[in-house]
T-cell receptor, first 114, second 112 residues
Framework: DVKVTQSSRYLVKRTGEKVFLECVQDMDHENMFWYRQDPGLGLRLIYFSYDVKMKEKGDIPEGYSVSREKKERFSLILESASTNQTSMYLC?????????????FGDGTRLSIL | GENVEQHPSTLSVQEGDSAVIKCTYSDSASNYFPWYKQELGKRPQLIIDIRSNVGEKKDQRIAVTLNKTAKHFSLHITETQPEDSAVYFCAASKGYGNKLVFGAGTILRVKS
């Protein structure tokens, strides 16, 4: 069974801090994704990566960056945290294929910026 | 870009009744439509998906229908049970990078 592990379930940080959210998957998936989930807005894609050292912007990349140095690990970075980045962050992974493949999610990190 | 609208935002049904959640998408190139269920405090989990070459797919009490002409797809849950209570998300993908665009979600409450 696919396991996507996010490093923290809950995180509290202060405005202006640099914040790192880590995600690891154990199924050798090529694709990895970072979403944020807010009530009434569903899941919105921040960044995704389809290979090591590759990244592409999603729909709401402003204020975020990512790093993919190893296939199994995808990090989300908040360069200078702000209160409007308080949210639930979800990581997901999937196989890369000619056709779209199911995405598998982690448990999420609930991030509060004070 | 792709836009996915989902209705209703909340749905309450009596145990044993059916529940239907509808989504519309804007990009006719979308070809993959998964549905995810998210229970309180848990991760979204894929419950069923459908590709554009199929009009309907069923898995026990859950079915999904797709109308490509009208660009809408629906989730049908029959004989609802209290454990079906959750938030349900629809999504659409064109295949590139496996990017998914999600609907806003539907809170389903099954009353016993």
């Amino acid at each position: 069974d696919v396991k996507v592990t996010q490093s923290s379930r809950y995180l509290v940080k202060r405005t202006g801090e640099k914040v790192f959210l880590e995600c690891v998957q154990d199924m050798d998936h090529e694709n990895m994704f970072w979403y944020r989930q807010d009530p009434g807005l569903g899941l919105r894609l921040i960044y995704f990566s389809y290979d090591v050292k590759m990244k592409e912007k999603g729909d709401i990349p402003e204020g975020y960056s990512v790093s993919r140095e190893k296939k199994e690990r995808f990090s989300l970075i908040l360069e200078s945290a702000s209160t409007n980045q308080t949210s639930m962050y979800l990581c997901a992974s999937s196989l890369r294929g000619f056709r779209s493949q199911p995405q598998h999610f982690g448990d999420g990190t609930r991030l509060s910026i004070l | 870009g792709e836009n996915v609208e989902q209705h209703p935002s909340t749905l309450s049904v009596q145990e044993g009744d059916s529940a239907v959640i509808k989504c519309t998408y804007s990009d006719s190139a979308s070809n993959y439509f998964p549905w995810y269920k998210q229970e309180l405090g848990k991760r979204p989990q894929l419950i069923i998906d459908i590709r554009s070459n199929v009009g309907e797919k069923k898995d026990q009490r859950i079915a999904v229908t797709l109308n490509k002409t009208a660009k809408h797809f629906s989730l049908h849950i029959t004989e609802t049970q209290p454990e079906d209570s959750a938030v349900y998300f629809c999504a659409a993908s064109k295949g590139y990078g496996n990017k998914l665009v999600f609907g806003a979600g539907t809170i389903l409450r099954v009353k016993s």
